[in-house]
Each structure stands twice: as C-alpha cells, then as structure tokens.
T-cell receptor, first 113, second 114 residues
C-alpha cells in the first residue's frame, strides 16, 4: 500500500461548488503539506502543518482552507471553486527534523468548469 | 529565506547522451539540497539529497549531483540517458534549521529523442 494516498485522484466540479481533497499517510510523519502544480509554475505551497495543532499559510492560500484531523490526515478545501483553481494538487509529508525529505502522494487532478 | 532557480525550462537530449540539469540556490548557510523526478502522470520521487559531507552525491537510477558552495549550485548529471528518463525534474532547497518547508524550483522538463 502507498505511504501517502490522495482522494479523489480526479475530480470535475463547477464554479462555486465547495470541494474537499483528502490526504492520508501511514509514514507516521508529523509534517504535512499541500501544493498545487501548474505548467511552467512548478510546485507552489498552499498550506502546511508541522503538527496536529499547527497550521500555516503557504505562498498561495487565498481561496483555500485546510483541516488537520489527525496526525495521519490533512484535508484541503476549496470553499467556492473557480476555474483558475484547475490544477494538479499534491499532498506531501516529512519528519519533524531539519532538512526534511518530503514524500509525495500521487496527486489529484482537479478541473473546475 | 531560501530560494532556488532552475534556468532551463526544457531540455532535449538524445538517448545515450550525457545530461546535466542546472540548479542554483540562495541561502545564507549550508543548505539541504534535493532533486526530485516526476514521471508523466506520477507524483514526485526523490532522486538524491545532500545534507553534508561528500559534495558528490549518488542517487537512484544512475543519477548524481555535485554541491558547489562557491557557485551556489547543485547540478544533476547522468552519463548516459535512457528514454525512460523523460520526465520533469525539480530541485529543492531546505533550511538547516528545519523550521520552514522546502522551496522548489519551477522544474526542468527533459525530453529524450532516439
């Protein structure tokens, strides 16, 4: 079984809808991250969490919110989806040490119509 | 804060040719450096990382990278490219304090031709 899983893997939604992307990990890591990937823009950090009680905004948090339900679960919500949120979304995890290696999930491809 | 630049957006090489992908970083202390690969339709996979010690780092799939402090670089190399190496490659830099997330470059897309 994969260490970092994301659901759904693909999603099509309409403008204005609320949508949640979920991430689960079995690596026992404290730190979790949400990124979006757009062609030519690389990976941009949306939110990150260093432990269950810690939530931090990343580079592009506007229009997104997150919930850290447990050490193993970190969800990303789009409160009111818009077309320019169409992207590939990745969840990642890492240990709570310096120079952490990040481990990525397979990604969720989101299309907002 | 740290930053990373990958100057080449897209590189095309012939199968069997050598490869070098460039990465330059900015950070006030000795950084932690990473190379990740993203194959089409896949997530990111760690190729190799540099924390300290030997500046030439060996990774998976025959890749290596060299940390050059004087040039603030961490270039990725492979002596002979295979068609299966076609992918997107990301360089990332981390702070030695560990209290900020990794910062990723925008990526270099590698195409391999016969």
């Amino acid at each position: 079984d994969a260490d970092v899983t994301q659901t759904p893997r693909n999603r099509i939604t309409k403008t204005g809808k609320r949508i949640m992307l979920e991430c689960s990990q079995t690596k026992g890591h404290d730190r979790m991250y949400w990124y979006r990937q757009d062609p030519g823009l690389g990976l941009r950090l949306i939110y990150y969490s260093f432990d269950v009680k810690d939530i931090n905004k990343g580079e592009i948090s506007d229009g997104y919110s997150v919930s850290r339900q447990a050490q193993a679960k970190f969800s990303l919500s789009l409160e009111s989806a818009i077309p320019n949120q169409t992207a590939l979304y990745f969840c990642a995890t890492s240990e709570a040490t310096g120079g952490e290696t990040q481990y990525f999930g397979p990604g969720t491809r989101l299309l907002v119509l | 804060a740290q930053s990373v630049t990958q100057p080449d957006i897209h590189i095309t090489v012939s199968e069997g040719a050598s490869l070098e992908l460039r990465c330059n970083y900015s950070y006030g202390a000795t950084p932690y450096l990473f190379w990740y690969v993203q194959s089409p339709g896949q997530g990111l996979q760690l190729l190799l990382k540099y924390f300290s010690g030997d500046t030439l780092v060996q990774g998976i799939k025959g890749f290596e990278a060299e940390f050059k402090r004087s040039q603030s670089s961490f270039n990725l190399r492979k002596p002979s490219v295979h068609w299966s190496d076609a992918a997107e490659y990301f360089c990332a830099v981390g702070a030695i304090t560990g209290n900020t997330p990794l910062v990723f470059g925008k990526g270099t897309r590698l195409s391999v031709i016969a």
